[in-house]
T-cell receptor, first 109, second 112 residues
Framework: KNEVEQSPQNLTAQEGEFITINCSYS?????LHWLQQHPGGGIVSLFM???GKKKHGRLIATINIQEKHSSLHITASHPRDSAVYIC???????????FGPGTSLSVIP | ETGVTQTPRHLVMGMTNKKSLKCEQH?????MYWYKQSAKKPLELMFV???????ENNSVPSRFSPECPNSSHLFLHLHTLQPEDSALYLC???????????FGSGTRLTVV
């Protein structure tokens, strides 16, 4: 079993839909990152969370440390949001980052 | 541009070649990282440098050799690679180890 899992693996949405991507992990962590990878490979760091909720524009990230779960929400989705979204956690026992497998999002006009 | 620049963007090399990947950041960050992303696999951390000292090496084969001459530059020297080493190689930096990352655009490496 992978230490970091994401769901869904692939997601297709209509423009304007509300999107949720989930991340669950099985290790103790000090922080969780959400990353966005566009076709071609470039990666952008969206959020780093250790508790609660963060919002940036149409993106919202939440984390529940007790349940070992985080969600990334996109409101009013747009085709330019099409990308792979990656959850990455930093383990508390050792300063090591573990990446999830990614969720491939396609937003159709 | 994110502030982390990687060159070249694309590289095709034979198994007997020696080449180097370069990463440069002028964000004042103290930690730099090399990651490998193979098709359909999660990102894999290869090396971590903190204040120019290698602090992590994730069982990477010796045909990959990192070099960090100063806090702004990071190299990945490649020699006698295998076709399975074909992947996207990403460099990242952060203010301190483990804090928010800034990634470069990556080098798409093909070994023939």
């Amino acid at each position: 079993k992978n230490e970091v899992e994401q769901s869904p693996q692939n997601l297709t949405a209509q423009e304007g839909e509300f999107i949720t991507i989930n991340c669950s992990y099985s290790v103790g962590i000090s922080a969780l990152h959400w990353l966005q990878q566009h076709p071609g490979g470039g990666i952008v760091s969206l959020f780093m969370l250790s508790s609660g909720k963060k919002k940036h524009g149409r993106l919202i990230a939440t984390i529940n440390i007790q349940e070992k779960h985080s969600s990334l929400h996109i409101t009013a989705s747009h085709p330019r949001d099409s990308a792979v979204y990656i959850c990455a956690v930093m383990k508390t026992s050792y300063d090591k980052v573990i990446f999830g497998p990614g969720t491939s999002l396609s937003v159709i006009p | 541009e994110t502030g982390v620049t990687q060159t070249p963007r694309h590289l095709v090399m034979g198994m007997t070649n020696k080449k180097s990947l370069k990463c440069e950041q002028h964000l004042g960050h103290n930690a730099m990282y090399w990651y490998k992303q193979s098709a359909k696999k999660p990102l894999e951390l290869m090396f971590v440098y903190s204040l120019e000292e290698r602090v992590e090496n994730n069982s990477v084969p010796s045909r990959f050799s990192p070099e960090c001459p100063n806090s702004s530059h990071l190299f990945l020297h490649l020699h006698t690679l295998q076709p399975e080493d074909s992947a996207l190689y990403l460099c990242a930096s952060s203010q301190a180890k483990g804090q928010g990352y800034t990634f470069g655009s990556g080098t798409r490496l093909t070994v023939v």
